[in-house]
């Protein structure tokens, strides 16, 4: 399978910093999505992103296909975006989602 | 548009009963995906359904089984239930077997006691 590291695991912010998650993964994908995984366990879309840059608001991604990293940019975090973020990863269509370990975000007031 | 719906979203079972998991996907999605989430293994490919075939299968014993319904509708199966098959179960919908963008539902919340 393809292994998708995420880093930092933990991470803690004041109001209002910014911050960048990274996502690495071993083998070339079609598919790449970030999510936030709210307090009740529910994935949110974020992006899907297998090439490029996206922005929607605050945040936004790049992916380096070439090179197999992603990277999701927080900016003036809030309270709100506390969770975890997980990347994810598919190779072809029909197979399986490879996730990563996820980066647990808290942002502090 | 509704989302991905899962029912019932809590479940307390004891060891060695069986369980059944319901997903409706995004309305006019047809491919169901199914996810076991725990905090030891983390997020884990259980089986992709499309037009009522199971098209891929993660690494999981034969207890963890599914279907899908004509109206794409799906069920995961749990039999012989067991302590560490405690986690959260999440369903995906996309469109079909050559879309990419998977939405996902709210999860159910399996405890085996």
């Known amino acids: 399978g393809i292994q998708v590291e995420q880093s930092p695991p933990d991470l803690i912010l004041q109001e209002g910093a910014n911050s960048t998650l990274r996502c690495n993964f071993s083998d070339s994908v079609n598919n790449l999505q970030w999510f936030h995984q709210n307090p009740w366990g529910q994935l949110i879309n974020l992006f899907y992103i297998p090439s490029g840059t996206k922005q929607n608001g605050r945040l936004s991604a790049t992916t380096v296909a070439t090179e197999r990293y992603s990277l999701l940019y927080i900016s003036s975090s809030q309270t709100t975006d506390s969770g975890v973020y997980f990347c994810?990863?598919?190779?072809?269509?029909?197979?399986?989602?490879?996730f990563g370990t996820g980066t647990s975000l808290t942002v502090i007031p | 548009k509704a989302g991905v719906t899962q029912t019932p979203r809590y479940l307390i079972k004891t060891r060695g009963q069986q369980v059944t998991l319901s997903c409706s996907p995004i309305?006019?999605?047809?491919?169901v995906s199914w996810y076991q989430q725990t905090p030891g293994q983390g997020l884990q490919f259980l089986f992709e359904y499309f037009s009522e075939t199971q098209r891929n299968k993660g690494n999981f014993p034969g207890r963890f089984s599914g279907r899908q319904f004509s109206n794409s509708r799906s069920e995961m199966n749990v039999s012989t239930l067991e302590l560490g098959d405690s986690a959260l179960y999440l369903c995906?919908?996309?469109?079909?077997?050559?879309?990419?963008?998977?939405?996902f539902g709210p999860g159910t919340r399996l405890t085996v006691t």
């Open positions: 994810a990863v598919e190779r072809g269509t029909g197979n399986q989602f490879y």
């Open positions: 995906a919908s996309k469109g079909n077997h050559l879309s990419y963008e998977q939405y």
């Open positions: 309305s006019g999605h047809r491919s």
